[in-house]
């Protein structure tokens, strides 16, 4: 679908092939109890209980090599259902992004709506669609997030865009998102981790 955007792109045509990735800034251990428990009742209820259980207290937590680091009252990283509870506490936000970011590009300029989406892959979010577009609705976008207890890190974050280096829009790009300490790219991106 990139490729498919930088051929567009080069021949003149408007294409919304860009690509946001936002990462989230200590994501496991910011998120909010409160958010992950009002989340797992409503689309995990049966593990409700061993949530309650597993955070009512303080918990060991441990090192990547296995060694004992201290104890912690928030979720962490590493606990074999973090990741898991992370994503149902994310979903309804980012189901309200996703409903953004398709509302934005109404007009489909050239490209089928399925290509504009928001996706994520454990604290690493990826929004596409035309960067212009995105980046203006950036702090919208954070404010989903923010009511769960999770803050993006734009200096760990990339734009990935069809535009080639030296261009008009490039510029145009550089402008949107050198304020917000974005990276912006247009050969490759880091997209996990």
Known sequence: VFEEGRDWEDQGI?????ILNLDAKRAYTSVFLRSVREAIVKHDPKSVRYFLVKNAGTHRVYSGKGGFVGTSGRMTQGHTLSSRYFAITTRDPLERVNALIRGLHTDAESVPSRWHAAGAYEDDHHLMGRLER???EIHTIQGEYEGIGVKFNPRESTALTVARK?????????ELTKPLGITLRSTSVRTLG
Not at 166 to 174: A, P, V
Request: glycine share 18%.
């Open 166 to 174: 030296g261009s008009e829009r490039w510029g145009r790009l550089e």
């Open 14 to 18: 408007d294409t919304s092939h860009d």
């Open 134 to 136: 995105v980046i203006g």
